[in-house]
């Protein structure tokens, strides 16, 4: 179980996102391995992959609120799901932490119009939102960005703040990895558009 399942919001989520193809650019120090990069680019549901890699799959509901100030949604984030000034004021942040036999692998950020709360994402609770969103056509994947954070990323330090991940964990992770990786891609439905940032954890299948 997680310490803290109610972190704080924070603003911003991660400062730097880039294309997939820049991926090449990364010195071989802190390049993904080939068994990240697989994880990184891999189009099939997270969710059915993390589950064949475990006996009990399970997902950790942090938090799910209506935006209503503006200031828990990076800019970044805001310019790829809103469409008007009215639409920012209508977003859902849904944080959860997706875990493998009770062990945290991925934590995931969902942005997407309240209005869904209503239709295609109604009462999602703690089901897992990549098993709706590939189990329903309507919704279709756009392409990947990725990001690398280092272990002193404001980022990472807050996964250590709010006791998502251990010390102890990201240390042995560090010991063969010189970060952690994220990827994120929107979902389109109708005329919204859903933005789905996931966090690969120390001790992810993604690092095996």
């Not at 911003?12 to 120090?29: G, Q």
């Not at 280092?150 to 807050?158: G, I, L, M, T």
């Not at 006791?163 to 990895?177: D, F, G, M, N, Y």
């Amino acid at each position: 179980m997680l310490a803290n399942p109610h972190p704080t919001l924070h603003a911003p989520f991660i400062e730097s996102w880039f294309d997939t193809n820049a991926l090449c650019l990364f010195s071989t120090a802190s390049a993904p391995s080939d068994q990240c990069r697989e994880w990184l680019l891999n189009i099939e549901s997270l969710t059915e992959r993390l589950t064949q890699q475990c006996e009990t799959f399970s997902v950790s509901l942090l938090g799910q609120h209506t935006n209503v100030s503006g200031n828990a949604i990076a800019a970044d984030e805001l310019a790829l799901v809103a469409h008007d000034d009215d639409t920012c004021q209508q977003l859902v942040i849904r944080e959860v932490v997706l875990q493998g036999d009770a062990q945290p692998w991925v934590f995931a950020r969902s942005i997407f119009p309240v209005a869904l709360t209503q239709g295609a994402l109604h009462e999602i609770g703690e089901q897992p939102l990549g098993k709706l969103l590939f189990n329903d056509p309507r919704f279709q994947r756009q392409p990947f960005m990725v990001s690398f954070m280092p272990p002193e990323s404001a980022f990472v330090q807050h996964l250590l703040i709010q006791k998502i991940i251990s010390a102890e964990v990201l240390a042995e992770h560090l010991r063969t990895h010189s970060g952690i990786w994220a990827r994120r891609s929107v979902f389109t439905y109708l005329e919204h558009h859903i933005l789905v940032n996931e966090v690969f954890l120390p001790g992810a299948p993604a690092y095996a």
